[in-house]
């Protein structure tokens, strides 16, 4: 069955750490794959995307993410974290137009 | 430029009533999709439309739901008689008809409470 991971339901950072969140789908071919941020009361905001080409991909507020076909993982990952980026952090992947089937989430908390 | 808007942010009904939540997606996109949120079901697909029309409702819990979808600004989700287990957030996005047409935009969801 088509399906899409994340591991982590929930990670506590320290202000100023690296920040890795992990994300593994499990589709016949590989999938359009995307990363969303859902800050507390708001809706989701694209953070990235990846649909061909380069593996490594930049995305807004810092963020970037690596395709690994051999791995069937999209992980997130940020250098250095701000107290702005305790938020949600849904994993996404579309194998077809218009499906776009979410993780279950993970939750980012930032510590001083 | 506008994202995509809906009212209202939040409705508390009770339960037997008619819930009519809104949406107008970003202009110039021609995908929408109505997502509900939960905490023990996480984010779901409900439905999405192209060009106006109705592609996929197989999310559509049951009877009680429906969406339509008018003309390309505006769609609307129904819930009659609505329960306490709709209780949730739901969330429209609308998807441009240009390039992949994967890429979706969220509205700020309208949070649901069937008392």
Redesign the interface.
Known sequence: AQSVTQPDIHITVSEGASLELRCNYSYGATP?L?W?VQSPG?????LL?Y?SGDTLVQGIKGFEAEFKRSQSSFNLRKPSVHWSDAAEY?CAV?PA?????????TQVVVTP | DAGVIQSPRHEVTEMGQEVTLRCKPISGHNSLFWYRQTMMRGLELLIYFNNNVPIDDSGMPEDRFSAKMPNASFSTLKIQPSEPRDSAVYFCASSPSSGTGIEQFFGPGTRLTVL
């Open positions: 359009y995307f969303y708001q809706g989701l905001q694209l995307k649909f849904f579309a137009r218009g499906k776009l089937q979410f993780g279950a989430g």
